[in-house]
Structure formats: C-alpha cells, structure tokens
C-alpha cells in the first residue's frame, strides 16, 4: 500500500469517528497523522454544522489544529469525565492490546484514554497485527539518569534506542521528558513487559494500551470497518 492509499484509509476511520461527538460531549482528542483527519473533520462540522462540543487534547499540536478551527479546548482537569477519546494506534492485536506512542504523545494520550468512558482508535488496515512489537514500544523516560535506564533495558535484551530529532538531538515529549524506543519485534507476554517497564525507576510511561480500547475503527478499502472489544 502507498501512502496516498494509505491516507485515504486514513482519512475514511477519521471521518467514521467523528460521527461519534455530537453536541454537548467531552472528547478527548488524540495525536498523530490519523487524528488529523479526524480534526479536520470536527472542524468541518463545527463551522458548517454548528457543532457544539469540549475538546481535551493528547497534545499541544493537536490542541493547535483544533483551535485553528474554533474547537473549544479545556485543561483534562477542567472537566470531571470525558465522554468518548478517539485516538490513533502504531499497532493493534486480535486481543485489543495496542502499541501507542509513535508521534511521543503516550503519556497524555494515556491519561487521557485512562478518564475516558469510552476509547476509539482510529487505524489503516497496516495496523492489524497477529502479534505485537514491530513497531518499536515507545518509553517515555525522565532525562536524569536515563542512560543508566537506557543500559537496563539492554541488559533486559529489550533493544532500546533514543529516539532523536533530525538534528541528532532528544526528541522532546510536551511533558519535556525523552522517549526510548524498544526494538524488540516481537512482545509474547505484552501484561508482563508493562509491568517490568512502570516498575523501572526513571521511567514515566509506557506505550503498551493492553485491553484499553472498546472500538476499533479500521480504514479498510471496502469501507471502514469497526472491531468491537467484548473482554472490557
Ligand atoms: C502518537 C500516537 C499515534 O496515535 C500513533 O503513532 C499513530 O499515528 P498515525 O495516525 O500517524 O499513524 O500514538 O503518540
């Protein structure tokens, strides 16, 4: 699949989701390039329809996109619930157990996600995975001292890497934290590793989503098509 299929997909779970926020609601809001589509379509209603609803976001670039189109967005502790978060995932199982982090905004999508009544994630089919752990498991890790969380992990066999921006330097998470990157392939006890993870001193968050989610809306080429979780 090229990327322009790729964000056709996209673009069709994101215009799926965004059927779910009606008038009234909180919805958390969620990060990366699927998400975009989902704004843009919120956007879209908001101006056109007159959509009326509270957004939390999962990053200060998404809180930005939504802002450029008059979304009102509030602190996460501004509001007592959120009624729905729509979010987008790097890979999902047949188990509902997801690797989310690939754009560094797992800490607060996982805050977020946390307060929510209800969790939608919003993928192309390339995402559906037997098992977990080709994409590398973000961690998002504390800068003091992360060298020697860093050497754990290798010692652990976990394959970490920090994650850098084009110029060499640490990517930065919107909580000014690093984020490692764990080449592992593949994860058989996903229940385990998470707890060896926010065990580990230093770190802060993990990406593993492990039966979180209730809905998967999938960008399929026949239509989007909506994986429901029966094990929550
Ligand atoms: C950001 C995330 C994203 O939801 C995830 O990386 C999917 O992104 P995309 O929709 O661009 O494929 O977890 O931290």
Known sequence: M????QDELKKAAGIEAAKLVENGMIAGLGTGSTVRFLVDELGRRTQEEGLEFTGVTTSRRTQE?????G????DIDEVDHVDVTIDGADEVD???NGIKGGGAALLWEK???????KIVWIVDESKIVDTIGKFPLPVEVIPFGAGHVIKRFEDRGYKPVLRLTEDGKPVRTDENNYVVDLHMDCIDHPQDLAEDLINTVGV?????FLNMVDTV???DPHGPRVMTNSNK
Do not use: R, W
Not at 2 to 5: A, F, L, M
Not at 65 to 69: I, M, T, W
Not at 71 to 74: A, C, G, L, P, S
């Open 204 to 208: 802060v968050e993990h990406g593993l």
């Open 94 to 96: 047949k188990d509902f």
């Open 217 to 219: 809306i999938v960008g």
């Open 111 to 117: 805050i977020v996600a946390t307060n929510s009544k």
């Open 2 to 5: 090229d990327k322009t299929q």
């Open 65 to 69: 996109q939504a802002e450029s189109y």
């Open 71 to 74: 979304i009102k967005i509030v």
